[in-house]
């Protein structure tokens, strides 16, 4: 079972750059590129809300429950 982050798409749809989204949410660019890339083993409230505020978008939008069973 795995959580998959997909913000890069989020991010395409509404253009704006890792740098500049992690500069207004307040985390290091390094940090962004970890949830990024799925690297991530959690993520906080307050980031997560910080994200889909930046984003306008809802949790589901940018985050998917996989269940390996099913695959």
């Keep these: 079972m795995e959580i998959l982050v997909s913000l ?3 991010m395409a749809k509404r253009k704006i750059s890792g740098g500049e989204l992690a500069e ?4 290091t660019p390094a940090n962004l590129s970890i ?14 809300m910080a994200i889909c505020h ?3 978008c809802q ?3 940018i ?3 996989r269940d390996d069973e099913s695959y």
């Design 54 to 56: 930046e984003l306008q």
């Design 59 to 61: 949790p589901g939008d």
């Design 24 to 27: 207004r949410i307040g985390i």
């Design 35 to 48: 949830l990024k890339n799925n690297k991530a083993k959690a993520i906080r409230f307050s980031t997560l």
């Design 63 to 65: 985050l998917e429950f």
């Design 8 to 10: 890069d798409v989020m």
